[in-house]
């Protein structure tokens, strides 16, 4: 961001300043948030129809130095109303191996602006709008809408909005709509864009962010205070962002229930009848509360426990390692098996989790899923990074930190063991394992960065580059920085950017500050330069490729030794090597990793055993560990263990099977 625009948001600050400093500011809770976009909405869902009829009011402040002469709105819900929608033809009509059935008129889905008018003008709006699509030439997308003002707004300056919406939900397949008689509400209410000014994100003059919905992105958007009421059958469980304020009985066979959530991006709901209702409470040890609400399915009502464990797991850790949750309430929906499409997906203090019946304890899939999602609160919610543009911000940062909540919790989730995602009949497996694995075994894992605009990244390769990757080139940079100073960056970075739309290089910024402030020159990284800018080109804008081999081991007759280390792949990164002689004594050298190979004189008289090139395992990224090693005389111990531990797995499930049959 610039000066003239940080000079502009400190005098829009400088009122809740004020505020703060008064003698009179305990009256006062003073916002968390700039809060730029702020709605009222009133909302009927019609379950026969599955149609909505909203109104709302949108109170929009410019926040920027410009005179802003138009606005535009995000409508989600009309990536649905046919097959020609940019995300219809990105995905197939697909998400995650969940399809819609396009042979029934009635899954498809839309929405559309029926009143828009400027309160404090009177001046009708909605004949000037206009759709746009500023990612492609798609003139069948109907996902983004442009609105002119008729008089400018300038700096500091508010628009009042009325609009009136109808919306039809799609049956879900993608996040949102009806499956029989569950709906879950996402992305369904004219949604404005975030307008950027010049020097924020690196934007060289001011305009509006506001991009088409693309099939592998997800959102962004600006903070405010939703107040919105929700008129649904009285048969229906409802649950929904933020706190619920009344619940009122209608004559109608209806009921209207008001919710408020401040400091908040979005605002989702979901409304079922039969949902079993399961209530806790999350307390943390600086006395801060969080409800937890639990909206079961009835089949899956027994395993509220491993949700309620793995959300309190997860607050615990986030609280401890990154900062607090600042938010009263947490909602987990379990949905249908009929409704799977939305399942594990995230919203502001509202997550969708998924289980099956009958799942054992030792498959922890609804404890990942759960963790996944609440990590969302902290780097889709409280940062609010763009998942446009940069998707990796939020989905890689929390696939890193699932894996260490899966890898080390242990008993709070509600199982002894640690390092283990998987644990039946003899098989385990880790969460950063996983994640590794499906960067490390891809078919060309150089394939392409974890940078850029989601729908620009390499066909096929969204989830491993954004999820997998990231996870492992940040457990990469824990690796050569240590626990201590990654929690460090991460805290850094979360206390200083919440709020307030980080990006790539709000990250870096905070790494190259904090690194050489505690490792100074005595780390192996020193050797590149006075900044981790060299490890970011490779492993965030980069498509290098990390291999280091233990190649050879040399005794020589006089006594003396030697080792060499090759580098196969692409990727230059500082590297250890670990070496056993004879006499039992183990010593580590350093090598910077940049030639293509390295010979290691070791000293001293005594013959070398074994060797180990990063025998801590510090460079994650590395893609094949099994030539990190080599022995002067190679045992078959480690290959009789594990072909010993696959073969007790492989009787133990053939056993498990044949019970089930």
């Known amino acids: 961001m610039n000066l003239r625009s940080s000079f502009f948001r400190l005098l829009l600050w400088w009122p809740f300043i004020l505020v703060l400093s008064s003698p009179f500011s305990g009256a006062f809770a003073l916002p968390l948030s700039p809060r730029i976009a702020n709605y009222t909405i009133d909302v009927r869902l019609n379950t026969d129809t599955k149609r909505l009829d909203g109104r709302q009011t949108l109170t929009w402040r410019n926040t920027s130095p410009d005179v802003v002469t138009e606005l535009h709105f995000h409508l989600y819900l009309n990536a649905f109303r046919d097959k020609k929608s940019t995300f219809m033809r990105e995905s197939g009509g697909q998400l995650r191996g969940d399809e819609l059935d396009d042979s029934k008129p009635e899954n498809f889905g839309w929405t559309r602006l029926t009143a828009l008018s400027n309160r404090q003008t009177g001046e009708n709006l909605l004949a000037g709008v206009q759709f746009i699509r500023p990612d492609d030439a798609n003139a069948t997308d109907y996902t983004v809408l442009r609105v002119p003002l008729k008089q400018g707004l300038k700096p ?3 628009v009042v909005l009325d609009m009136a919406f109808q919306a039809k939900l799609p049956r879900i397949f993608a996040r949102t709509g009806f499956s029989r008689d569950f709906f879950l509400v996402g992305q369904w209410f004219p949604k404005i864009g975030v307008y950027e000014p010049a020097g924020m994100r690196g934007r060289a003059t001011g305009g509006w962010n506001c991009h088409q919905f693309h099939a592998h992105s997800e959102f962004y958007a600006d903070y405010g205070t939703y107040a919105v009421s929700l008129t649904v059958p009285q048969k229906m469980v409802v649950g929904a962002t933020g706190q619920r304020t009344a619940e009122t009985p209608n004559r109608d066979g209806t009921k209207t229930l008001r919710y408020r959530a401040d400091d908040v991006i979005d605002f989702a709901w ?3 009848p039969q949902t079993q209702v399961v209530n806790d409470v999350w307390q943390g040890k600086t006395g801060n509360r969080v409800q937890i609400q639990l909206l079961m399915q009835p089949e899956h009502a027994n395993q509220a426990t491993r949700h309620a464990n793995a959300l309190k797991a997860a607050l615990t850790y986030f609280d401890k390692q990154v900062g607090t949750y600042p938010y009263p309430i947490i909602t987990v929906v379990d949905p249908p098996v009929h409704a799977s499409g939305a399942a594990g997906m995230e919203y502001p203090m509202f997550i969708t989790a998924g289980t099956s019946w009958g799942l054992p304890n030792g498959a922890r899939f609804p404890e990942l899923v759960t963790v996944h999602e609440f990590g969302h609160q902290y780097f889709m919610q409280l940062l609010a990074s763009n998942e446009f543009e940069e998707a990796w911000l ?8 699932e894996g260490r909540i899966m890898d080390e919790a242990g008993p709070p989730l509600g199982y002894s063991a640690r390092n283990s995602q ?30 850029g605009n989601v729908w620009q990244l390499p066909n096929g390769y969204y989830g491993e580059l954004t999820y997998s990757k990231t996870a492992t080139w940040l457990r990469t940079l824990e690796g050569l920085v240590g626990r201590r100073v990654m929690d460090e960056i991460m805290q850094t970075y979360f206390l200083r950017w919440r709020f307030r739309h980080p990006n790539a290089q709000s990250f870096i910024n905070v790494v190259n500050e904090v690194v050489p402030q505690r490792l100074g020159q005595t780390w192996p990284g020193a050797a590149y330069g006075p900044n981790l800018n060299w490890f970011f080109d490779q492993v965030l804008f980069g498509d290098r490729v990390c291999d280091y081999k233990l190649a050879r081991i040399w005794n020589y007759a006089d006594g003396t030794a030697a080792v060499r280390v090759d580098r196969l792949g692409d990727m230059q990164l500082p590297i250890e090597l670990l070496v056993r002689t004879s006499t039992g004594r183990e010593q580590t050298f350093y090598w910077d990793g940049k030639a293509k190979t390295h010979m290691f004189s070791i000293p001293g008289k005594s013959r070398i055993v074994w060797a180990h090139a990063d025998p801590k395992q510090k460079l994650y990224m590395d893609i094949d560990l099994n030539n990190n090693s080599r022995a002067v005389s190679p045992s078959s111990a480690p290959a009789g263990k594990y072909a010993g531990k696959f073969l007790f797995w492989l009787q133990n499930t053939m056993q498990w099977l044949a019970w089930l049959v």
């Open 270 to 272: 979901t409304a079922a």
């Open 156 to 158: 500091g300056e508010t």
């Open 394 to 401: 939020d989905e890689g940062f929390n696939q890193y930190y």
């Open 422 to 451: 998987i644990d039946l009949w003899g098989f385990r497996m880790g969460d950063l394992e996983t994640s590794r694995s499906g960067y490390a075994h891809l078919d060309n894992p150089g394939i392409g960065p974890s940078y």
